[in-house]
């Protein structure tokens, strides 16, 4: 009978047994977001990098905790071209979802470096803030000028995550 059929839901757990990539990505896809959510942990968890591009657009989904799912998975896989797309839903998502995205990026690390500098200019404060703490849970010294730059620009919130960041980061 195969593990989607029109009358059933896709059994997420077989088809991470199986591998089925194709499977659970067209599960990304189910109107049920639980079936959306398990899909995408199911992948990250596989860590195929087939799974990537259908993760990314999976990352606009309306349900925060298909986002949370998506994120963790694009963290687990690792690769670099969801840095830009994991920073971009940052921007619209709440704090349970930028703090899986920063732990996505945390994971994929060097490569996010770059496109979380560029952040620490975004116009909204609340971001910037998150981007100056991700940069320090992150530890590159390449984030040193660019903190201490942006430290004259920043409210108290901004001021203290970047002051901490640096901190975490002369300490290494």
Known sequence: MGTFNRFFKPDIM??????????LIKALQNKDWNIRAEAALTLGNIGDDRAVVPLIQTLKD????VRVNTAEALGK?????????LIRAVKYSKKNVRDMVAWALIRIKKTAVKSLIETLND??????????????????KRVIEPLTKALKTGDQDFWKAATEALEKIKSQ
């Open 123 to 140: 116009d909204n404060m609340e971001i910037r803030t998150w981007a100056a703490t991700t940069l320090g849970k992150i530890g590159d």
């Open 62 to 65: 309306y349900k925060w905790r």
């Open 14 to 23: 077989e088809l991470g047994k199986n591998k089925d990539i194709k499977g």
């Open 77 to 85: 896989i690792g690769d670099k071209m969801a840095v830009e797309p």
